[in-house]
């Protein structure tokens, strides 16, 4: 029998891999494993108690209900979005078109769920998911503000650093000078 479990709060290949140490410690053969979700082959009984607890210990959380399956899911594919424009350094296709066609559904269905469950827009979140990407892209100091701009998907550097200061506070010169540059995991935007 195989069974799937959903998993909050995986957002990197680091977070694969304690789920799966964890899973595996406890006496679970790991079939796949991937952002948000674990699947696994099992002739015993599997004890969700024990592994909700599991996951709590180590900052993840199990997904019982299934509005909150697909809102994580947004959240994997804008992270999987925002790293492949930044990676491939090319415009891709708008962002609500890409999750409609990952999820399935209408993006004015998903818009309306991810705003009643997580109280903040799919807009917003973007822009924050966003926003840490450019503060680590100005921390590793790779490329210039017009670079990030244009990698992101930005119309224009102004529009970037007007985002920027918006959410953060600061400009990006001013980020960058920073002795003390504070990112917010992004499992907690």
Do not use: W
Not at 17 to 32: A, Q, S
Not at 92 to 106: F, V
Not at 141 to 169: A, C, D, M, P, W
Request: hydrophobic share 35%.
């Amino acid at each position: 029998m195989k069974e799937t479990i959903y998993i909050k709060n995986m957002v990197c290949p680091r977070c694969i891999k304690v789920v799966k140490d964890e899973l595996e410690k406890i006496g679970y053969n790991i079939k796949n494993i991937k952002l948000g979700e674990a699947s696994f082959e099992s002739s015993t009984k599997i004890n969700l108690e024990l592994i909700r607890n599991i996951l709590e210990k180590n900052g993840f959380e199990l997904l019982d209900n299934d509005q909150f399956k697909i809102i994580e899911k947004i959240k994997i594919f804008i992270l999987e979005y925002i790293q492949s424009q930044s990676e491939e350094n090319k415009m891709l296709e708008k962002l609500s078109k890409y999750l409609s066609k990952k999820m399935g559904y209408s993006y004015q269905y998903l818009s309306n769920l991810f705003s009643s469950l997580e109280n903040q827009t799919i807009e917003n979140y973007i822009i924050h998911q966003r926003i840490e990407k450019v503060k680590e892209l100005i921390i590793y100091n790779q490329f210039n503000l017009s670079e990030i701009s244009y990698r992101l998907g930005y119309s224009s550097v102004q529009h970037l650093s007007s985002q920027f200061k918006k959410v953060t506070g600061f400009t990006p010169s001013t980020f960058k000078k920073l002795k003390n540059k504070k990112r917010i995991p992004i499992d907690k935007i």
